[in-house]
Structure formats: structure tokens, C-alpha cells
T-cell receptor, first 110, second 113 residues
Framework: GQQVMQIPQYQHVQEGEDFTTYCNSS?????IQWYKQRPGGHPVFLIQ?????EVKKQKRLTFQFGEAKKNSSLHITATQTTDVGTYFC??????????FGSGTQLTVLP | NAGVTQTPKFRVLKTGQSMTLLCAQD?????MYWYRQDPGMGLRLIHY???????AKGEVPDGYNVSRLKKQNFLLGLESAAPSQTSVYFC????????????FGEGSRLTVL
């Protein structure tokens, strides 16, 4: 089955600093999704990337899909306390199930 | 806008007891999933269903059973609970196979003593 590595596991930043989490797959992906889970909450969909080399932006969030479609990143510019939570990538392949990364827990210090 | 509803939200069991978690979605989604979430391990797929009357095993199916008798409902059963099944369980649904976002329920926190 698909294997996914997501790094780092934890990240503490000062408010205003940037943040990046990376997701790497052992296989070529058909698509990748990103989710955010606030403390005590449930995962919420952020975005889906499908095309090789794709870059999408949502306000301060920038999502990239690697050229080989085996890796992806989520970058947050100038973090705010509202960005606190765990960010997960989820790999879509030929199967009907999504494989989630272990997540990056982001703490933003005011 | 109910979306995905899970019941119960909290439950405490003794080892060996049985219980069923209910997931209901009102979005007419074909695909439904049960995940468990443990600290530092992300979300692991237990079982999933691609339509009414069908179920399939995920990554960690042992100790669990599921049923999808109606399209809108996906039940997760524990026949003989074990402390290793203490976790937060999330149900999710989506409309299509390889694209489309997952909609998650709010989670069910299960403690097995």
C-alpha cells in the first residue's frame, strides 16, 4: 500500500513567522489533499492538488504539488494564532481510500 | 446542514463489552469511511464502504466490524472491546472515488477500561 511521510511532526513558531510542512509519498499520486484539524476538532478539507507542478494559494497559504507527483508542501506566510492546529496531507491513488500522513502539529506563540 | 453526524460522542466501556458507533450523512454520498486517530499516528483507516451493502477493510480492521445497510448510514461495531481500542473515531463521507473532499463527523471518543 501507499506509504507517506509527513515532516516535521511538530513546529513551534512565533506569530508572524512562516511555516512549512512537507509530505512525501513512496508512489506516484493521482492527487493529494490537505486538511486542517483544530485542537479538539475534526479534520476540515483545505484543498486538492491534481496536476504535476501545481501551485495553489489561499490567502496566506500556498500549496505545491511536486513535478513527479510524489511530494507536496503547505506553506503559511506570516502565521497567526488562528493557524494553530494539525495539518494533514492525504494521498489519493488508484484505490478508493485516502491515506493520511501523520500530521504536523503547529503551535503559534503570540 | 447536518452533514456527517456521529453518535455517541463519548463512551466508556469495560474490556470485553460491545458497542456500535453510528455515522449518518445527509449528502447522498456513495463513499463512507471509519478512521481512528491516536496521538502521533494521524488518521488510520479501519473500514470503508463504496456503496450501500458493500464494505471493505482498511489499514487496521482487526477487532472491528461494519455494516452499510442504508446508503446514509455506516455502523462501526466493536464485539469485544480492548484497551488498545481506546481512541477517537471519525466517520467521513465523500461523493466520488478519487476526487472530492472528505466530510468528517465531529468524532466519537471511546475509552476502554
Amino acid at each position: 500500500g501507499q506509504q507517506v511521510m509527513q515532516i516535521p511532526q511538530y513546529q513551534h513558531v512565533q506569530e508572524g513567522e512562516d511555516f512549512t510542512t512537507y509530505c512525501n509519498s513512496s508512489t506516484t499520486l493521482s492527487n493529494i489533499q490537505w486538511y486542517k484539524q483544530r485542537p479538539g476538532g475534526h479534520p476540515v478539507f483545505l484543498i486538492q492538488l491534481v496536476k504535476s507542478g501545481e501551485v495553489k494559494k489561499q490567502k496566506r497559504l500556498t500549496f505545491q504539488f511536486g513535478e513527479a507527483k510524489k511530494n507536496s508542501s503547505l506553506h503559511i506566510t506570516a502565521t497567526q494564532t488562528t493557524d494553530v492546529g494539525t495539518y494533514f496531507c492525504a494521498l489519493g491513488g488508484s484505490a478508493r481510500q485516502l491515506t493520511f500522513g501523520s500530521g504536523t502539529q503547529l503551535t503559534v506563540l503570540p | 446542514n447536518a452533514g456527517v453526524t456521529q453518535t455517541p460522542k463519548f463512551r466508556v466501556l469495560k474490556t470485553g463489552q460491545s458497542m456500535t458507533l453510528l455515522c449518518a450523512q445527509d449528502m447522498n454520498h456513495e463513499y463512507m469511511y471509519w478512521y481512528r486517530q491516536d496521538p502521533g499516528m494521524g488518521l488510520r483507516l479501519i473500514h470503508y464502504s463504496v456503496g450501500e451493502g458493500t464494505t471493505a477493510k482498511g489499514e487496521v480492521p482487526d477487532g472491528y466490524n461494519v455494516s452499510r445497510l442504508k446508503k446514509q448510514n455506516f455502523l462501526l461495531g466493536l464485539e469485544s472491546a480492548a484497551p488498545s481500542q481506546t481512541s477517537v473515531y471519525f466517520c467521513a463521507s465523500r461523493g466520488t472515488a478519487n476526487t472530492g473532499e472528505l466530510f468528517f463527523g465531529e468524532g466519537s471518543r471511546l475509552t476502554v477500561l
